[in-house]
C-alpha cells in the first residue's frame, strides 16, 4: 500500500503566496493540502482542527505571527514547520542549526521539493526530537548566543545586532534600544539586558547602559561626576553608583 498523502496546511497573509504555493504543492506527489490561513488566528485554529502533517507557515503576518502561531500552540503539538519568509539568508542562521526548514520569497521549485522530503521523511519517525528542536528555535528567537536580539513589531522581526546598539534606557517592563537613530522596544529587564550584551556595553546609571566604543567624551558634571557623552551626541548621567565599574573598565583612567 503506498504512503498516505502528506496533509499540509498553507498559511500565509498574502493571497498571491497562497496561490503560488498551492500551485507548486499540486504538482508534488503525496501531497494534499488540507486547508489555506490568511492569518495566525485562523492558522492556531486550523491546526487544532485538522492536525495536519505539515505547516507551510509565513512569518510576517499582522496580528499573531509565525512565531507567535508556535508558541500559542506549543511545541509538544506543533506539527512539523517549513518557514516561508523574505528574510535573506544571513538573517536565518539561527533557524539553520534546527531540523527545521525555511523557504526563501520568492520559492524556488527545487527549494520545495527538497524541503517536503525532509519534512516527509521526518512524519511520525522523530516526533520528540522534532518538539526539542522547536522549542530550540523558540528560545533561539528570543535570545540569540550571538547577541542578536529579535524585535517583533507591527508582525515584522527585525534582527539587531549588540555591536550596532549605540545605547539602552528602562522602559518599564521593556527596554529602548538605540542604534543609529532608530530606536527598538523589546520586552526585557535592564538587568537581562545587562547578562545578555557583551563585555564593551556598561551599566552607568539604573536605567541607562551604553555601548563603551560609543563614548567620546566623560564631561565633569556637580561634585564628581559625570556625564557620559557618546557619538551622536545623546548625554547620559553616570551615577555614582556605577563610578567604579565605569574607572575599573577604563583601567582607573577617570
Request: aromatic share 6%; net charge negative; with cysteine.
Amino acid at each position: 500500500m503506498p504512503p498516505r498523502p502528506l496533509a499540509t496546511l498553507i498559511v500565509d497573509d498574502e493571497e498571491l503566496a497562497r496561490r503560488g504555493l498551492r500551485t507548486r504543492l499540486n504538482r508534488i506527489p503525496r501531497v494534499q493540502i488540507v486547508g489555506e490561513c490568511d492569518s495566525g488566528r485562523h492558522a492556531v485554529a486550523s491546526i487544532r482542527s485538522l492536525s495536519p502533517d505539515l505547516v507551510l507557515l509565513d512569518i510576517q503576518m499582522p496580528g499573531l505571527d509565525g512565531f507567535d502561531v508556535i508558541e500559542t500552540i506549543g511545541a509538544s503539538a506543533m506539527p512539523p514547520v517549513i518557514f516561508v519568509t523574505a528574510y535573506d539568508e544571513h538573517a536565518l542562521r539561527a533557524f539553520e542549526v534546527h531540523a527545521l526548514d525555511y523557504l526563501l520569497k520568492p520559492i524556488d521549485n527545487d527549494r520545495l521539493v527538497e524541503a517536503i522530503k525532509r519534512c516527509r521523511e521526518r512524519v511520525g519517525t522523530d516526533r520528540e526530537d522534532m518538539t526539542e528542536r522547536l522549542a530550540a528555535l523558540l528560545s533561539e528567537a528570543e535570545m540569540s548566543e550571538d547577541h542578536r536580539f529579535v524585535i517583533k513589531s507591527g508582525g515584522r522581526i527585525r534582527f539587531v545586532q549588540a555591536e550596532a546598539i549605540d545605547w539602552v534606557e528602562a522602559a518599564g517592563d521593556y527596554v529602548r534600544l538605540y542604534s543609529s537613530g532608530t530606536v527598538h522596544l523589546l520586552r526585557e529587564t535592564m538587568a537581562e539586558m545587562t547578562k545578555r550584551l557583551p563585555d564593551d556595553f556598561l551599566r552607568i546609571h539604573r536605567s541607562t547602559i551604553v555601548n563603551t566604543r560609543r563614548i567620546e567624551e566623560l564631561r565633569p558634571y556637580g561634585n564628581s561626576e559625570f556625564i557620559v557623552v557618546l557619538e551622536d551626541g545623546t548625554e547620559r548621567k553616570l551615577s555614582r553608583s556605577y563610578r567604579d565599574d565605569l574607572t575599573d573598565f577604563f583601567d582607573g583612567a577617570i
